[in-house]
């Protein structure tokens, strides 16, 4: 029994891993009205520019006030859907430039909070970037579009925007193998612990 705890002693236990940082969520409406703000600068528009540009696709009630309320700022201003696609065009990104939060990393991992939760439900959230483009579009429906398209060209789009979705998933999985790994290695350590210390006492008495 000795030498049994002897050969425990010298093991160095691994240390377990911090609790992983809770992400709070960001809500759709302060989503969008900082990714229009942010589409509006890499423009090197002003509010009134980007009022006249909506302006310009039919949206005739925008004026430099609206794009204030629409950025978060003053009485704040729920958008439309059409108001959305129009933004969408006027600032040639997709939809997922605009609903999608993307920090100063470029990262896309902060849930968006759709609906928030309360007492009586249980809310509406996307918990990745992945979630929200399988809403815009499924894959089914994107593979359908090509191949009626038999466009070369978007045929490579879409197969460089599947390799990229791809390779996000993996980094994903691999990020969970890896918590995986780190939650095996402390209950190793508490397993070591509760074997070594009975051994331990009676080598102390």
Known sequence: MRYWYVAFSYMSPRKPESPPEVIE??????????????????????????????????????????????????????????????LAQVFGVGLDALLWHHDSQGTNSIPLEIMPKTEKSEGFRLDNWLALLGLIMTPESLAAVASRAGNAALEETLKREYTRMYTEMIERVQEVAEDLRNTAGWFETKAIERLVAPVASKEES
């Open 25 to 86: 969520p960001k809500s759709l409406s302060e989503v969008i009205a900082a990714n229009i703000r942010r589409q509006r600068k890499r423009q090197n528009w002003n509010q009134e520019k980007l009022a006249g540009q909506m302006r310009l696709y039919g949206f005739e009630g925008w004026r430099r006030t609206t794009v204030t309320e629409v950025e978060g700022a003053g009485r704040g201003r729920q958008i439309s859907v059409g108001e959305l696609l129009g």
